[in-house]
């Protein structure tokens, strides 16, 4: 009989070896890939081009449908740069999350990978390559039965640094309208009322600061008031009937939207943005809003950028560009094989715990 109990030891030992390693060669892309947007905007002659063009007023939503311009004058450059120092500061919080990247990383052979203690910028390659191969595997799957998932598509002649904004923008303008207001206020709303005669909820303040916290991180403002929240309660018994609830209205809404606005996208795209909201959604919840900001623009930013630096100056850019793409695919691949295999062994040990049960109490 195989003894599964001692198998699993060896597996997570391998499993937790060969995530360190996909998780050092992806942060160092990261920080690359960040370092690179602002020389490849600014030192290119379409780059400043495009920079100086100015933008009449900047659009933000809020709960998914509400379009807010903002009347704020302001070139492409400058929209450009903002966005780009949102990015940093979200580096910056994900560097420091859970006890730091580097406490992460000492006891990454030792322990568990847990969304409670597991650092953000260790847990975001594992989940952007999974979630990476998981999508490339849905499309491939509908294709085969003839639904087709489509592409983003631009006006021809559209200058690369167009697009760049665009998609630049895009992790900051949609996490606003889909995770942060359409999860965070009425999750903040909630706790307001829950907690509403508790001193450390008295005062319109207090209930103002608390909702905006909720709108940033769920999880800190949860645990504000004690209420339970995936530090203290773990990851099912961390996120409340409101959240998931929340979580799957806006996964629904969010990949339908890509449908629906067209832009190049077909029907099948609906199934993988529905799967990457999701995952989102619960880094949001889970972390805060730097985690699914920071997640978006690994799909839109990263690899956009190495793409272009690529094109641009070529030379060592294009083995790295090729690397990348190859590991954040096969990386996806063994971070989704090694999880479904360290569970089916769970299940197998449990079938076989409870085969033995039964054999025990039959003699």
């Known amino acids: 009989m195989v003894d599964f109990k001692s198998i699993l030891p060896k597996l997570r030992i391998v499993g937790r070896a060969l995530a360190l390693l996909l998780v050092i060669v992806s942060i160092i892309s990261y920080f690359v890939s960040l370092a690179i947007g602002p020389v490849l905007f600014f030192s290119t002659t379409d780059g400043l081009h495009v920079a100086s063009r100015q933008i009449p007023?900047?659009?933000?939503?809020?709960?998914?449908a509400i379009t807010i311009p903002i009347p704020f004058p302001v070139n492409i450059g400058v929209l450009f740069a903002s966005v780009w120092i949102i990015f940093v500061i979200c580096m910056i919080f994900a560097w420091r999350s859970r006890n730091g990247f580097l406490s992460s990383i000492r006891n990454s052979l030792k322990q568990s990978l847990s969304f409670a203690k597991t650092n953000f910028l260790y847990i975001m390659p594992l989940v952007a390559t999974s979630l990476l191969y998981s999508t490339v595997l849905i499309q491939q799957f509908q294709t085969t039965e003839g639904v087709q998932t489509g592409n983003l598509n631009f006006p021809p002649q559209t200058s690369p640094y167009v697009i760049l904004i665009n998609l630049a923008f895009a992790p900051v303008r949609e996490e606003f309208a889909f995770r942060m207001t359409s999860i965070g206020i009425p999750l903040g709303i909630l706790l307001v009322l829950l907690y509403r005669h508790d001193d450390r909820v008295s005062g319109f303040k207090k209930r103002i600061r608390l909702v905006l916290l909720a709108l940033l991180s769920p999880e800190r403002a949860k645990a504000e008031v004690g209420y339970k929240n995936v530090a203290s309660n773990g990851f099912f018994g961390g996120i409340s009937a409101l959240e998931w609830v929340l979580i799957f209205l806006t996964s629904i809404l969010f990949g339908a939207a890509h449908y629906l606005l067209g832009g190049g996208w077909e029907i099948g795209k609906v199934t993988t943005a529905f799967l990457?909201?999701?995952?989102?959604?619960?880094?949001?919840?889970?972390?805060?809003?730097?985690?699914?900001?920071l997640l978006h623009w690994f799909f839109n930013y990263y690899f956009t950028i190495l793409d272009m630096a690529n094109s641009t100056y070529g030379g060592l850019f294009g083995p790295i560009s090729n690397i990348v793409e190859i590991t954040n695919l096969a990386g996806g691949q063994v971070v989704?094989?090694?999880?479904?295999?360290?569970?089916?062994?769970?299940?197998?040990?449990?079938?076989?715990?409870?085969?033995?049960?039964?054999?025990?109490?039959?003699?």
């Not at 007023?57 to 709960?63: G, K, V």
């Not at 090694?338 to 025990?360: E, M, Q």
């Open 57 to 64: 007023e900047i659009p933000i939503d809020i709960f998914m």
């Open 276 to 293: 990457a909201g999701f995952v989102l959604a619960l880094m949001f919840v889970i972390y805060g809003a730097y985690a699914s900001i």
């Open 336 to 363: 989704v094989l090694v999880f479904l295999i360290i569970w089916a062994v769970k299940f197998a040990d449990y079938l076989a715990t409870r085969a033995s049960g039964f054999s025990t109490k039959s003699e």
